[in-house]
């Protein structure tokens, strides 16, 4: 499986950003995939997670209310709508996709992973 992560950007505060995640392979409707971030000197976290098949969702706090994971499983691909952007969102996000069909907050569950895309919010 290969993940090819676009859409990221400079953005002000306030304002909306679709990442979007490319991925191979023909089983990609049963795999869960995930979207993390790393920002400047921290570690990597969870973002969002979807489900395999059911598209269950599952949202760090952090994105909550302000971002959406979505699959499009006839062209594998997986987004992650973010609104509201505020300056601590600015990171390289990632995107991961995990050889089971349940959603995970743990990078260690996730097999394979894109190069990231890197979001800068302005204040």
């Known amino acids: 499986v290969q993940l090819q992560a676009s859409g990221g950007g400079l953005v002000q505060a306030g304002g909306s950003l679709r990442l979007s995640c490319a991925a191979s392979g023909r089983t990609f409707s049963r795999f869960a995939m995930g979207w993390f971030r790393q920002a400047p000197g921290k570690e990597r976290e969870f973002v969002a997670a979807?489900?395999?098949?059911?598209?269950?969702?599952d949202y760090a706090d952090s994105a909550k209310g302000r971002f959406t994971i979505s699959r499009d499983n006839a062209n594998n691909t997986v987004d992650l709508q973010m609104n509201s952007l505020k300056p601590e969102d600015t990171a390289v996000y990632y995107c991961?996709?995990?050889?089971?069909?349940?959603?995970?907050?743990?990078?260690?569950?996730?097999?394979?992973w894109g190069q990231g895309t890197l979001v800068t919010v302005s204040s």
């Open positions: 991961a996709s995990r050889v089971l069909a349940a959603p995970k907050r743990s990078e260690t569950a996730y097999d394979y």
């Open positions: 979807i489900s395999g098949r059911d598209s269950n969702t």
